[in-house]
């Protein structure tokens, strides 16, 4: 398997452009996670999906910041329009998560974002 | 609001030498999961606690859950170079499948 795909690995993008990362979890996997890692802030949850469907997104920033996830093999995170503020590596990881249990997070290898 | 805090920050020693690193939190989990990751690449589980007082271990390293499951710690035994990476605890809340990780332990293991 070849793990969960990210793309790009790197961004340089100037303030005010639209940044689209995007992601292709585990094949079989049924949850998707968006993390941002920042050094001030650590690892942090930005939103969630679970078969599909938005189920938390309380870690969403602000209205710049949107994710999709359109069939189970894809997911988008766009940041329209981009700030300085929003370096940062972003992780996309995948699971399968049942009623019974929630199963290990299998991460992406992260995209590295820097806004100028 | 950090809700798990993990002690050292920084820890740099040299090769053979053990360790201890802490991850505490006022709130309770129902599980807690620690990882490691190793530069420009993503977290690796390494295990997962759920039972209060649950010790686990894999080779050189035991991992405890607090008792009021709280708290967890790893012990790493006759360290080794390759044990160099930022370690993170992650607790999981109720039946809630979201993660909150902790703030890291950046571990560098001198030869």
């Known amino acids: 398997d070849a793990g969960v795909i990210q793309s790009p690995r790197h961004e340089v993008t100037e303030m005010g452009q639209e940044v689209t990362l995007r992601c292709k979890p585990i094949?079989?996997?049924?949850?998707l996670f968006w993390y941002r890692q920042t050094m001030m802030r650590g690892l942090e949850l930005l939103i969630y999906?679970?078969?599909?469907?938005?189920?938390?997104d309380s870690g969403m920033p602000e209205d710049r910041f949107s994710a999709k996830m359109p069939n189970a093999s894809f997911s988008t995170l766009k940041i329209q329009p981009s700030e300085p503020r929003d370096s940062a590596v972003y992780f996309c990881?995948?699971?399968?998560?049942?009623?019974?249990?929630?199963?290990?997070?299998?991460f992406g290898p992260g995209t590295r974002l820097t806004v100028l | 609001t950090q809700l798990l805090e993990q002690s050292p920050q920084f820890l740099s020693i040299q090769e053979g030498e053990n360790l201890t690193v802490y991850c505490n939190s006022s709130?309770?989990?129902?599980?807690l999961q620690w990882y490691r990751q190793e530069p420009g690449e993503g977290p690796v589980l390494l295990v997962t606690v759920v039972t209060g007082g649950e010790v686990k271990k894999l080779k050189r390293l035991t991992f405890q859950f607090g008792d009021a499951r709280k708290d967890s710690s790893l012990h790493i035994t006759a360290a080794q170079p390759g044990d160099t990476g930022l370690y993170l605890c992650?607790?999981?809340?109720?039946?809630?499948?979201?993660?909150?990780f902790g703030t890291g332990t950046r571990l560098t293991i001198i030869p």
């Open positions: 992650a607790g999981r809340r109720g039946g809630n499948e979201k993660l909150t």
């Open positions: 999906f679970n078969n599909n469907v938005p189920i938390d």
């Open positions: 709130s309770v989990f129902s599980s």
């Open positions: 990881a995948s699971s399968y998560s049942d009623r019974s249990s929630y199963n290990e997070q299998f």
């Open positions: 094949s079989g996997h049924n949850s």
